[in-house]
């Protein structure tokens, strides 16, 4: 049988990396509910409207359709995949993701691509309010050191600019704005399994997830 599996957490704690490997031994599909706001954010940026403005903002999302297509996000056609990726991206994602309307829109994509299992969202409501009925809910932390030395690399890699103490202190706003704002804050659902990576292998954690899918997967059937 094929559960979902729901992986909250705050940001750059390793989610989306543990979720594509998980959906790769798991044959799953793995939808990354952040890259969807940051469609949202980088289409307000891309049309000259402030992230503050909520009428403004909840305006532009009749005008938004987010594709998901192997590891690849499309925004009205276009690959925007890394484009969304800026770290000026990453705070609009977050701006934007309060907005009643904005959370409305993405949810209830979310919830259809999900409705018939065998699927792993990331994003900070999963296990809360996205899928409270998923089969397997993780909620992944790790330090703040840890997240941003990890963020940092990845830039790198990916050849953009990076600044440590900077990535530091986006990460650390984000985590606040996405804990404290009045919908569906990040928070860990009462059945959610904590795991703090901060000390752990990308394979030790993706071991550990899989085994816990194994073990729900096998009380389910
Ligand atoms: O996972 P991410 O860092 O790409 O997410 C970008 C922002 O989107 C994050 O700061 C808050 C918002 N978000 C959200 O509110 N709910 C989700 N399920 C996923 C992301």
């Keep these: 049988m094929k559960i979902n599996i729901a992986i909250d957490g705050p940001a750059a704690a390793g989610k989306s990396t543990i979720a594509k ?3 790769k031994k798991l044959d799953y599909t793995y939808i990354d509910t ?25 305006d532009l999302l009749k005008d938004i359709h987010i594709d998901m297509k192997a590891d690849k996000i499309f925004l009205n056609g276009e690959d925007v995949s890394k484009k969304i990726r800026e770290n000026e991206v990453s705070m609009y994602a ?13 949810v209830s994509q ?63 706003s984000r985590d606040y704005q996405d804990m404290h704002r009045a919908l569906s804050p990040l928070k860990k659902a009462d059945d959610a399994i904590e795991i703090d990576t901060s000390d752990m292998t990308l394979d030790e954690v993706s071991q550990a997830i899989y085994q816990l899918a194994l073990e729900r997967m096998n009380t389910l059937c």
Aim: one cysteine or more; charged letters at 30%.
């Design 21 to 23: 490997i998980l959906a």
């Design 34 to 58: 952040g890259a969807m706001y940051r469609c949202v954010a980088y289409f307000a940026l891309m049309n000259d409207v402030d992230p503050n403005d909520e009428v403004k903002v909840c």
């Design 94 to 106: 977050s701006c934007v993701s309060k907005y009643k309307d904005v959370r409305e829109f993405l």
């Design 110 to 172: 979310q919830q259809q691509l999900a409705k018939n299992g065998g699927m792993i969202l990331d994003g900070r409501d999963i296990g809360t309010v996205v899928l409270p009925n998923a089969e397997l809910k993780i909620y992944q932390v790790a330090s703040i050191e840890c997240r941003a030395l990890r963020r940092h690399k990845e830039n790198i890699e990916r050849g953009m600019d990076s600044n440590l103490e900077d990535i530091k202190a986006e990460i650390e």
